[in-house]
């Protein structure tokens, strides 16, 4: 509190200097490199730390003040939400699939987040590195909390929200998001930061919060809206740090490009796979849809991500190696996926569902060179199979890719006809992969992903191919949690409380 | 030219920090998404203590859009009166 | 290229053949034929015949596809590991040559239903 009278006196910069730069120090009695053992063995050169700044000058005394507010907005949302019965009043009970999908896969991913921000402050030996390291390692874990704190209201009513941290650890689609953060954590403090603070943060963030969040406003979800907006009014910092953290590797050394070109190709494919489960949120389950996962890539991919990478070129940077590729999946993942997942549904905690006549016409309008030639015709049969009684349910267990864990269920970047097939053989074994961008992350570092914990694999190594000891295993409540939502309990008490809350029967 | 943005929540905080916006960045387009205001502008955004300041009619530290910032896109520069987005294209 | 590491970097694969209980895993799929989203897996002994490998399993997972029940096998065409190949039916998968985690496509051109009109 004895800041409050300086800081009348002091600008910005000083204030930034003093309670920031002036905390580092020279160690005495032993070597820096002993202190900070991790810095050099990637082989990215700092010549000088100091040169290092957020450009927000964020002190911790002001980030404490700051965070307090959106806290004190956060709970008092939550709290309207929780006594008006705010669970009633989404759209319609499909909307909660993404809810559930978001808390087993994205929220853990905060937490990881905030295990490796702490970490990578430690390591890295600039002084105002390590307090926006430390900052975000708090703000993730705030992440963390306040999604789960917000989203446990809705496990009061509704199935598959019972038991994310199982999910988390040991059911399939949940182990894309996993591994990606295993990953990264498990990489040195640079290739962290561009992996998360660069292109997670940068790249890719505002794919998945923003038009997700603005879809929560749509779909009648406070609760959502608060969390994701509380938490996202920290990415902006979130990515300024990323930003700087890249401009500052190139900086320092003309050596330090390749490597740092390597990990961007690397982190915007990994990046760019775990988005295929966003893909498929924004265009088949929010029942009331803000934008399209293909105008969301105009904005933030094509537009912001050129601006990025335009500006980036005068160190030498060139847009990531995948992006061609990407470009030509944008009208194709969200489907590819969605039907995967329905035909999966036996083994996912979130439910699914034939898209309706009026969906399908929405997304033959936003796909129009896609959706009516490659995917309406299977739609249209799977819905033939479901009403003559045989649901369409593929017990055969999927392949997956070994390095990004999603099954392979993406076809030829030039070719929407074929699935992509890839594989390799790695000291007498045989790897599989969905696409050349992931065969390239796994070339160039085999030792690290022969070691992939592979929930398909695991299913028969551990259960023997027993799906029911499966899903005991991984907490899945067959008949509750899983399955089309079509005639689900969710669907059943969300209609009956509904008709409850708006009638006096 | 690259597009440089600031998103902001909708809500009673913001609108005269929007209105400052558009004051000092004719060349701006302010998109109103569900709980969001997007303000797009081409190469570079800045935005102004003092015009905030002139808008709500009190004293207003830049770093109080911290509560309120959903996203931004562009090199941040930040001092006491000014905050700048600029892309280099 | 090798992990960069402080020290020496060693990773043991998780999924070898002596992890699969005396089974061995196949993966197979049908070209042009989407429906079943990705390439299914199976983990069979290495003893079975190709014949109940095609007959068993097989035959039930791609029951769903509308061109299922047309499929005449001595036709199909093979793929083994993205190249041509011929299974003999009445040997085992070992003495066909396949392997713990090989791919299997098969295709049926002219038996296409939900394929796009070119």
């Not at chain 3, 992890?19 to 983990?43: E, R, T």
Request: charged share 25%; glycine share 6%; aromatic share 12%.
């Amino acid at each position: 509190m004895d800041m409050k009278t300086e800081k009348k006196t002091l600008n910005l910069k000083e204030r930034y200097r003093l309670l920031t730069r002036d905390l580092g120090w020279e160690p005495s009695y032993r070597s820096a490199d002993e202190v900070f053992p991790y810095v050099k063995y990637e082989g990215i050169k700092v010549h000088d730390w100091g040169k290092w700044e957020d450009p927000f000058r964020l002190t911790m005394d002001a980030y404490w003040k700051y965070q307090a507010e959106k806290e004190r907005k956060f709970y008092a949302i939550v709290d309207a939400h929780a006594q008006n019965n705010g669970h009633l009043n989404i759209t319609d009970a499909r909307y909660l699939s993404a809810l559930k999908l978001f808390l087993q896969a994205i929220s853990p991913g905060e937490y990881a987040a905030g295990k490796g921000f702490a970490r990578v402050g430690r390591e890295f030996p600039g002084v105002g590195t390590q307090v926006a390291c430390q900052m975000q390692a708090l703000d993730e874990i705030r992440h963390a909390q306040t999604q789960i704190h917000a989203l446990s209201n809705y496990n009061k009513y509704y199935d598959g929200f019972h038991a994310f941290a199982d999910a988390r650890d040991r059911i399939w689609y949940t182990s894309v998001a996993r591994s990606f953060f295993d990953d990264a954590m498990s990489a040195g403090p640079f290739e962290f930061m561009i992996a998360i603070g660069f292109s997670f943060e940068y790249v890719l963030t505002n794919l998945l919060f923003v038009p997700f969040m603005s879809g929560a406003a749509y779909n009648g979800d406070m609760a959502t809206v608060t969390f994701g907006f509380s938490a996202q009014s920290d990415e902006a910092r979130h990515m300024t740090l990323g930003l700087e953290c890249i401009k500052f590797m190139l900086e320092q050394d003309p050596d330090n490009l390749p490597i740092v070109q390597g990990w961007i190709d690397k982190w915007f494919w990994r990046g760019f796979r775990v988005l295929g489960l966003v893909s498929t949120m924004m265009d088949y389950m929010l029942p009331k849809r803000v934008m399209s996962w293909r105008e969301a890539w105009e904005i933030y991919g094509v537009e912001n991500g050129g601006a990025l990478f335009r500006d980036l070129a005068r160190y030498g940077v060139r847009p990531p190696k995948g992006w061609d590729d990407a470009e030509k999946a944008i009208d194709h993942m969200s489907h590819q996926i969605m039907l995967g997942l329905y035909q999966w549904s036996f083994g996912t905690s979130f439910h699914s569902w034939i898209p309706s006549d009026d969906d399908m016409e929405w997304l033959a309008k936003k796909y129009p060179t896609t959706f009516d030639k490659y995917y309406r015709p299977r739609w249209n049969h799977i819905k033939k199979l479901a009403a003559a009684g045989t649901p369409f349910k593929n017990f055969g267990l999927a392949k997956l890719c070994q390095c990004c864990q999603l099954p392979v269920v993406f076809t030829e970047p030039d070719d929407p006809t074929l699935l992509c097939n890839r594989e390799t053989v790695y000291e007498g074994e045989k790897y599989h992969f969905c696409s050349d961008g992931c065969q390239q992350v796994f070339e160039n570092e085999p030792e690290k992903y022969v070691q992939a914990w592979l929930p398909m694999p695991q299913l028969f190594q551990m259960f023997d191919g027993d799906v029911a000891a499966w899903m005991d295993w991984v907490s899945l409540r067959d008949g509750h949690d899983n399955g089309d939502y079509d005639g689900s309990r969710d669907q059943q008490n969300f209609q009956q409380w509904r008709g409850l809350a708006t009638s006096n029967q | 030219m690259s597009t440089v943005f600031i998103a902001l929540q909708a809500n009673e905080e913001t609108r005269p920090i929007i209105e400052a916006i558009e004051i000092d960045n004719p060349q701006a387009v302010v998109n109103r998404e569900p709980a969001m205001v997007k303000i797009d502008a081409p190469d570079r955004l800045v935005i102004r203590r003092e015009t905030i300041e002139e808008q709500i009619g009190r004293a207003f530290d830049l770093q109080e859009l911290q509560i309120n910032l959903i996203t931004l896109s562009g090199n941040v520069s930040e001092d006491e009166d000014t905050l700048s987005l600029t892309w280099n294209s | 290229m090798p992990v960069k590491s402080l020290k020496k970097y060693v990773g043991v694969p998780r999924d070898v053949v002596a992890n699969f209980h005396g089974k061995q895993v196949v993966y197979v799929s049908w070209d042009q034929h989407l429906l079943f989203a990705a390439p299914l897996m199976l983990c069979l002994p290495p003893q079975t015949t190709f014949r109940e490998l095609v007959d068993g399993p097989l035959a039930a997972l791609i029951a769903p596809d509308p061109d299922a029940a047309a499929v005449d096998w001595s036709t199909v065409q093979w793929l083994k590991a993205n190249q041509p190949w011929v299974p003999d039916f009445d040997r085992s998968l070992a003495d066909n040559g396949i392997v713990h985690k090989d791919q299997l496509r098969l295709s049926t051109p002219g038996l296409n239903s939900l394929r796009p009109a070119a």
